[in-house]
């Protein structure tokens, strides 16, 4: 990955990234609430993101940048995005065109199913 990027000092100053220089991107549909993905963003992915419109990640498996939608026309337009209190994890909230996992469902937690988790209760 590239050492420099365009993103502005002060948002970087709040990232806390793993030991390859990542963040994670929690991916929400903006109007419904939806989860759709989980992506990882170095500081160049995040400074695509807030100045294009539209989201960009890096991908681990393939070593480089991708912006959603540029190979399947599933884009993600941006409407907001979030750092978390501890600035290790993202909320982008985006308007998906299309699936969002390269399944072709809807959200890449679709196709996983239930664990089935006891559900807990309030005492």
């Known amino acids: 990955m590239p050492?420099?990027?365009s993103l502005?000092?002060?948002?970087?100053?709040?990232?806390?990234?793993?030991?390859?220089?990542?963040?994670?991107?929690?991916?929400?549909q903006h109007d419904t609430g939806?989860?759709?993905?989980?992506?990882?963003?170095?500081?160049?992915?995040?400074?695509?993101?807030l100045?294009?419109?539209?989201?960009?990640?890096?991908?681990?498996?393939?070593?480089?940048y991708w912006r959603k939608g540029d190979t399947s026309g599933h884009t993600q337009h941006v409407k907001a995005v979030s750092i978390d209190?501890?600035?290790?994890?993202?909320?982008v909230q985006v308007d998906q065109v299309g699936p969002a996992c390269h399944t072709g469902a809807r959200s890449c937690f679709a196709a996983g199913g239930d664990l089935g988790a006891v559900p807990?209760?309030?005492p």
């Open 3 to 5: 050492p420099t990027s």
């Open 85 to 91: 209190c501890d600035g290790d994890a993202l909320l």
């Open 51 to 64: 100045t294009t419109g539209r989201a960009t990640y890096w991908s681990r498996s393939r070593q480089e």
């Open 8 to 28: 502005a000092p002060d948002v970087a100053a709040r990232l806390k990234r793993d030991e390859h220089g990542l963040v994670c991107a929690v991916v929400q």
């Open 34 to 49: 939806e989860v759709l993905m989980v992506g990882w963003m170095d500081d160049e992915a995040l400074a695509r993101t």
């Open 120 to 122: 807990g209760s309030r």
